[in-house]
T-cell receptor
Framework: DAEITQSPRHKITETGRQVTLACHQT?????MFWYRQDLGHGLRLIHY???????NKGEVSDGYSVSRSNTEDLPLTLESAASSQTSVYFC????????????FGPGTRLTVL | AQKITQTQPGMFVQEKEAVTLDCTYD???????LFWYKQPSSGEMIFLIY??????QNATEGRYSLNFQKARKSANLVISASQLGDSAMYFC?????????????FGQGTTLQVKP
């Protein structure tokens, strides 16, 4: 069955380290999204991509980067992890930009000490 | 700017009863979609139901229905015959279509607890 996976599911790192969170989908969806979930803020968009070589900033993109070298993967990189980036990270994908539903991965819980 | 407001941080409902989770939205986009997601304690985000702004009828999916009142800008989720497994956090979300960005804007969520 087609699915969207994230790895690792849990990660503890130290301030200043570079961290990469993986997202892989087998639906062949063009659109992929990264969100972070924090208490009191709901889910907020970090970065998104409409296809290979396309990336765009969301509302909370500072300190994060993404790259899209193929349809299936959109890795999220924290260039220099900060304690404020302790959060749960969700990857999502959809067929189109408009009416189609976004389907979410299981999430990655990241702790920055 | 687009905004989703969920005013109920927590709700309780008795098993087998119906419950309504409130969601109001604000957008200047003439065409948009409204979504509800469920997040159980295990953490995954599960899509429940979708309503398009031009849909003539309220959306239904099994025990879930969306009470869409466009003039009031509300999109409340109704869960009929609540089950213990419905205990979770529920998020309302919106996407404007005119900008064609595909971005979802989420509310802060409502925690629902179903009592046996």
């Amino acid at each position: 069955d087609a699915e969207i996976t994230q790895s690792p599911r849990h990660k503890i790192t130290e301030t200043g380290r570079q961290v990469t969170l993986a997202c892989h989908q087998t639906w062949n969806h063009n659109n992929m999204f990264w969100y972070r979930q924090d208490l009191g803020h709901g889910l907020r968009l970090i970065h998104y991509s409409y296809g290979v070589q396309d990336t765009n900033k969301g509302e909370v993109s500072d300190g994060y980067s993404v790259s899209r070298s193929n349809t299936e993967d959109l890795p999220l990189t924290l260039e220099s992890a900060a304690s404020s980036q302790t959060s749960v990270y969700f990857c999502a994908s959809s067929v189109s930009r408009s009416t189609d539903t976004q389907y979410f991965g299981p999430g990655t819980r990241l702790t920055v000490l | 700017a687009q905004k989703i407001t969920q005013t109920q941080p927590g709700m309780f409902v008795q098993e087998k009863e119906a419950v309504t989770l409130d969601c109001t939205y604000d957008t200047s986009d003439p065409s948009y979609g409204l979504f509800w997601y469920k997040q159980p304690s295990s953490g995954e985000m599960i899509f429940l139901i979708y309503q398009g702004s031009y849909d003539q009828q309220n959306a239904t999916e099994g025990r879930y229905s969306l009470n869409f009142q466009k003039a009031r800008k509300s999109a409340n989720l109704v869960i009929s015959a609540s089950q213990l497994g419905d205990s979770a956090m529920y998020f309302c979300a919106m996407r404007g279509f005119s900008s064609n960005t595909g971005k979802l804007i989420f509310g802060q969520g409502t925690t629902l607890q179903v009592k046996p």
